[in-house]
């Protein structure tokens, strides 16, 4: 690609505020799109420029998660994950030193060389880059800023004896669990963060660092990028890592990248060792001073695959680089699956044609999260392909969800949860192949849950393991550590007097403004708002439209959120208020929205339901994920496996599981049925939501264009021609199966004799 946009290359070390000005910079173009090295930092990224711009200019892009609101302005991505083919005026990568690295390296290059914006690009990343980066991208510009703050080499020091805020870097998962226990014993306890945690499981590790809850932070290299804390000194406890291929000591460049997590913005920071252990001789030198031997060659794979044939794929995968300072990469573990399935008969038969060797290569490029044996992995994978590649051309649901239920279990020890969570990733990353799977959007809900609770259930574990509740924080009281910092409270707007020029300037708009809904002069407003902001639930009402009600007054509406059961809301006529008032207003319905849910799904969050376990928890799980309102066949393992002391349980608690619906007695009520259609209309796209079914209607006609799921969320699944509800639909299917000829039933079924039949043959089969 021609280098048609300006091209910055903004290199420097740690704390200099790259990715801050990317950001800035972006957020400047109407268009724009970054590239960060971990989904983490993505997720961190997303929630800034959301905060600016808002959710629906915003698309988040990663292997795991995918958020693309209709018509995006700015996408955060992870390199890997980014849509080269899209145009943006403004693209960004970060960390463009990883276009070195062993597995992940040729994917940077490829960006370096070929991604642009339409006017701008900014490439971010380590000095080292800049010999390598002025041979091949030559009409780059350079830009460097000093680090923020100062980093300064401490030496080595005992793990007693540290200061509090201390990072403790190691390099293997043993070694992390020991020290963090050494540090309960020594210390009060310590928060851990591990490469192998999950986003929510290390950012609630981070939290409880960053609140002060613990003074001491063990981890492996996993925050040397991306992860800004409140760390004062960073100690590495070891110099050698296994790289997935040898254990080999690191280089200045790596260890100054981990060191440099100390001292964040304005605040000076320290590094050193653990002792008995040292620094080489000139590497803390070298660290301070910020100076590193250039990055010799970058790896490389041709972006121009072949896909006609398999050997040609291979063939195209092997081919040499264009320049000297690129090197092929040998060993990247999509290429080597590629080639192992190559080996197979069966494989080989099925790739035949540009299309069915593009899928095997796509599958190929599922990660191995989990990182047991490769063998294991190949072995997913051509299940997968052969699922792919046969007449469904998707993945067997059955299947899937015997594979993704053996993951859902909160129950073992961290090592367990880690190995679980890595392995629902894997599941997470298929479901975002829309075309790969049927229903992708409840697929990638379920898989997503489940990463979140086996994630909680992994901070627990962590805590209850390197935090010693109770004494440990006096022991480290005792020892000089910092104690827990309260947070500021959140200021209140300052008041404005009524005589002020404001005041009197929005009263004379209330004269003005015509009709009904003129606002009232601002001290009335002002009462107004926080009568709302303290109004309890009872107070506001919410329409089958989504729509938010004060008594007759519009407040706002039920609007698509992260899920079905979290809806965001927008504010409606309330532009005579300050963006102040509306943003308290806002957070006041949100949190009415989060009760409306609540207090729907209370029959299935009582204590009782809550504390089921295995099978009976998956279909409360289920039912919670349809409003109350779940496809037997979808949980026709659950059911089997269901204790009958916990159908008993459930059926205690109103909730029936049939032959073919499974269903909340109570939640069919008219009551709940338009709570139910105000989130479905929030969640389902305009059109695609049923109208509202009159007082006492059993079924209504299906009517076309409306989604199957939405009026299976409602209570009324459908069932050939007609929405059935659910109580009814048993009945029904009770009545057919004891013999009772189907057009006797026509007026169980609410329809027309003549539509008995479709609708009976659909109940049956």
Not at 109 to 114: K, S, V, Y
Request: glycine share 8%; with cysteine.
């Amino acid at each position: 690609m021609a280098d048609a946009s300006a091209i910055t290359a903004v290199l420097g070390p740690t704390n200099t505020g790259k990715t801050h000005r990317a950001i800035e910079r972006m957020l400047a173009h109407d268009s724009g799109m970054i590239g960060l090295p971990l989904r983490l930092l993505a997720r961190e990224v997303y929630d800034r420029v959301t905060t600016r711009v808002g959710e629906a200019r915003v698309a988040l892009v990663t292997g795991e998660e995918k958020r693309v609101p209709r018509r995006p302005d700015y996408w955060v991505c992870t390199v890997e994950a980014m849509p080269i083919d899209l145009e943006v005026d403004f693209l960004a990568i970060d960390e463009i030193q990883l276009a070195a690295h062993d597995q992940r390296g040729h994917v940077f290059t490829e960006r370096l060389l070929l991604s642009r914006g339409r006017r701008e690009t900014w490439f971010l990343g380590a000095d080292t880059m800049r010999p390598l980066l002025s041979d091949l991208v030559p009409t780059a510009r350079f830009v460097q800023h000093p680090r923020l703050s100062r980093l300064t080499s401490a030496g080595a020091g005992k793990l007693s004896r540290l200061p509090p805020r201390s990072a403790v870097v190691a390099f293997s998962t043993p070694q992390v669990y020991e020290i963090a226990e050494r540090l309960r014993a020594q210390r009060g306890g310590a928060a851990v963060v591990l490469g192998a945690l999950s986003p929510r499981t290390r950012n609630a590790q981070v939290a409880m660092f960053q609140s002060g809850e613990v003074d001491y932070l063990v981890a492996t290299d996993a925050i040397g990028m991306g992860l800004n804390l409140d760390v004062r000194h960073v100690a590495f406890a070891a110099l050698r890592k296994f790289d997935g291929r040898d254990v080999r000591d690191l280089d200045p460049a790596e260890l100054a990248q981990i060191a440099g997590r100390a001292g964040r913005h304005l605040a000076d920071g320290t590094f050193g060792t653990v002792a008995p252990l040292s620094l080489p001789d000139g590497i803390a030198a070298a660290i301070e001073a910020h100076r590193f031997p250039a990055v010799r060659r970058l790896r490389w794979r041709n972006s121009e695959l072949d896909r006609s044939s398999l050997d040609a794929l291979l063939a195209s995968l092997r081919e040499p680089p264009p320049a000297r300072s690129l090197k092929l990469v040998h060993d990247a573990e999509d290429a080597a699956a590629l080639a192992r399935l190559a080996e197979d008969p069966e494989i080989r038969a099925r790739a035949r044609g540009s299309e069915a060797v593009g899928l095997l290569w796509e599958v190929c490029r599922i990660p191995d999260f989990r990182k047991l044996l490769f063998e294991s992995h190949v072995a997913l994978l051509a299940e997968i392909y052969g699922q792919l590649s046969g007449p469904s051309a998707a993945l067997d649901p059955g299947w899937m969800a015997a594979r993704v239920a053996e993951i859902d279990d909160v129950g073992g020890d961290i090592d367990t949860l880690i190995t679980r969570i890595a392995s629902i990733r894997t599941w997470t990353y298929i479901s975002n192949h829309g075309r790969w799977v049927r229903d992708a959007g409840a697929w990638q809900d379920r898989t997503r849950a489940i990463e979140d609770r086996l994630s909680d259930a992994l901070h627990e574990r962590l805590v209850q393991r390197f935090v010693e509740r109770g004494g440990g924080a006096a022991r480290g009281a005792r020892a000089g550590a910092r104690p827990p910092q309260r947070r500021p409270e959140i200021e209140e707007p300052v008041q404005v007097a009524p005589d002020h020029p404001f005041a009197r300037i929005a009263a004379m708009r209330a004269l003005l403004a015509p009709g009904p809904a003129a606002p009232a002069p601002e001290d009335d407003r002002a009462r107004w708002v926080e009568s709302i902001v303290g109004a309890p639930h009872e107070r506001f009402s919410v329409d089958v439209a989504g729509r938010i009600f004060d008594g007759e007054q519009l407040l706002g509406q039920l609007a698509r959120g992260p899920a079905l059961l979290l809806p965001d809301v927008r504010l409606a006529a309330l532009d005579d208020v300050g963006a102040g008032a509306r943003s308290r207003v806002l957070r006041r319905l949100v949190a009415f929205a989060r009760d409306l849910v609540e207090e729907l799904l209370a029959p299935l969050r009582s204590p009782e339901v809550r504390g089921l376990q295995g099978a009976a928890r998956g279909i409360v799980y289920q039912l919670e994920q349809g409003l109350g309102t779940a496809a037997a066949r979808d949980a026709g393992e659950q059911i089997a496996e269901l204790a009958p002391e916990d159908r008993a349980l459930l059926t205690a608690h109103g909730i029936e599981v049939g032959e073919r619906v499974i269903y909340v007695q109570q939640l069919l009520r008219r009551g709940a049925l338009e709570r139910r259609l105000a989130l479905c209309a929030a969640w389902f796209d305009r059109g695609r939501v049923p109208a509202c079914p009159a007082p006492g209607a059993v079924s209504v006609a299906a009517a076309r264009g409306v989604d199957p799921r939405a009026y299976a969320a409602i209570g009324y699944p459908v069932f050939g021609t007609r929405a059935i509800r659910a109580d009814v639909a048993e009945r029904v299917h009770r009545a057919l199966v004891s013999g009772e000829p189907a057009a006797r039933l026509s007026s169980w079924m609410g329809c027309p004799a003549r539509e008995a039949p479709r609708v009976a043959a659909s109940l049956l089969g």
